[in-house]
Nanobody, 117 residues
């Protein structure tokens, strides 16, 4: 099993920055991080940024140039650096990953990001 714990969320003014972390633990030998998702009230969960084992990254159009996804496999931690935050970035942010050698993806409990105007 794998446990994923997000941290780093909070209240920030528009234009500010936050750095989210997703720490993996449990009976795993390694971790395959998939990416970050977010869900705003009344809206569906959407992919924000993803990363492959080869290091390729993807960002949804609305965050390109502002967000950066990264990971440290040795620390079993994935990050999302969020700059120039906008009120529309307000949401609960979730990380998604798969523990090695398991065959199913896991989700964290989420961390709230609130951007005030």
């Amino acid at each position: 099993q794998v446990q994923l714990v997000e941290s780093g969320g909070g209240l920030v003014q528009a234009g500010g920055s936050l750095r989210l972390s997703c720490a993996a633990s449990g009976s795993i030998f390694g971790i395959n991080f998939k990416g970050w998702y977010r869900q705003a009230p009344g809206k569906q969960r959407e992919l924000v940024a993803s990363v492959t084992s080869g290091g390729s990254t993807y960002y949804t159009e609305s965050v390109k140039g502002r967000f950066t996804i990264s990971k440290d496999n040795g620390k079993k931690t994935m990050y999302l650096q969020m700059n120039s935050l906008k009120p529309e970035d307000t949401a609960v942010y979730y990380c998604k990953a798969r523990g090695i050698p398991y065959e199913y993806d896991s989700w964290g409990q989420g961390t709230q990001v609130t951007v005030s105007s």
